[in-house]
């Protein structure tokens, strides 16, 4: 709707070059390299959380796990944009997020791997060769929160334990991969400050800013499309919640919040208002706005209930969630068509459609 407001006004491009390195300076400074040292961070807790759990079993040890998964997926998720890069080297943003699962393979593959108490799957090492649906977020979450997951308070499941406590340290090796393969002095950071003709991934300014353009529309598309829509269906009783990642926790809607809140910080380091005519500075503020009314939408709807299973199928909740899917598709024609066309940027290709 967006779109179509501001699709009659004309869009006259700045007479000064646009400082999209400046814009793409920030990114790196204030969003992506601080955001992988707090990735890194919550999976490290994590990992330690658990340790203590299987040492010392209790119900006390198991609240504290499962409150470190809570801030480790809200971490992730302002993440999950950055699907490029180092992300994509040794399938590491499937090792930590293997999602959609349509069919549930990943999950039938952890429930073997618990039910046949499978050693080999307790060795952080070992359980990086194995499939990598059986060692990220979601087969964490299993582990923490899945059938059987409150024996893991009273001692009585060990190998469940150990399981977690290895997929957990596998998360944390990939984070911490992640955000010094960002950070070092010759790192992907680095090459995306500094584009060049021999620079082999950017050779100007405009390929680095496409590149965060692409990812922000990406994950809103992934949010719109992949999640709200597959999972609301066309009605209340037609909804399929348990497609949403994360539901098992409770943390299903929370994974939504900080994605949009991670593409809005994103688009808020731009700065556009200072680097684009006034009419088109416009138009971020009203991008600003559709996020903004998005996560009051998705906030709604967490506020009903802790079950987002309840919440999806009741008729309020899933009234919140489709009206939240409203803003977020107009947020991505802004992104897509003027946003994009003002900067001299095109933003076609989607990573999730594979390449």
Excluded at 25 to 45: F, H, Q, W
Excluded at 201 to 218: F, G, P
Excluded at 236 to 243: D, H, I, S, V
Aim: net charge negative; aromatic share 6%; glycine share 6%.
């Amino acid at each position: 709707m967006a779109a179509t407001l501001f699709g009659m006004i004309a869009l006259p491009l700045s007479a000064e070059p646009l400082d999209l390195q400046g814009a793409v300076n920030r990114s790196i400074d204030d969003v992506i390299v601080p955001g992988y040292e707090a990735l890194a961070g919550a999976a490290t807790e994590q990992a330690d959380a658990i340790s203590t759990l299987c040492d010392a079993p209790g119900a006390v040890a198991l609240t504290a796990a499962r409150t470190r998964f809570q801030t480790l997926v809200a971490t992730f998720s302002r993440m999950e944009p950055f699907r490029f890069g180092p992300a994509r080297e040794d399938n590491r943003i499937e090792r930590l997020f293997f999602w959609p699962d349509p069919r549930g393979r990943g999950l039938r593959q952890v429930q073997r791997i618990v039910d046949s108490a499978d050693e080999s799957a307790t060795d952080r090492h070992a359980l990086q060769q194995k499939s990598v649906a059986v060692q990220g977020l979601p087969a964490l979450e299993f582990t923490l929160f899945g059938t059987g997951s409150e024996t893991l308070a009273d001692g009585r499941a060990p190998h469940r334990c150990r399981y977690a406590r290895a997929t957990a340290n596998a998360i944390a090796d990939v984070a911490i991969r992640l955000r010094d393969e960002w950070s070092s002095p010759d790192g992907y950071a680095s090459r995306l400050r500094h584009p060049a003709e021999d620079n082999s991934i950017y050779r100007n300014a405009d390929e680095a800013m496409q590149e965060l353009l692409k990812a922000a529309r990406q994950q809103l598309q992934a949010t719109a499309d992949l999640k709200l829509e597959i999972a609301l269906g066309d009605a209340p009783q037609n909804a399929k919640p348990k497609t949403l990642p994360f539901w098992r926790s409770g943390h299903a809607l929370r994974a939504i919040e900080n994605n949009l809140i991670g593409v809005n910080r994103l688009i808020a380091v731009w700065q556009l208002g200072s680097i684009l005519d006034r009419e088109t500075a416009l138009i971020a503020d009203q991008l600003h706005r559709e996020l903004g009314t998005a996560l009051d939408a998705i906030a709604a709807a967490q506020a009903m209930d802790e079950d987002v299973l309840a919440v999806v199928e009741s008729s309020n909740g899933h009234s919140h969630l489709v009206y939240a899917g409203i803003p977020v598709r107009s947020a991505i024609a802004l992104l897509s068509e003027d946003i994009a066309d003002a900067l001299g940027l095109t933003v076609g290709f989607n990573a999730l459609d594979g390449d």
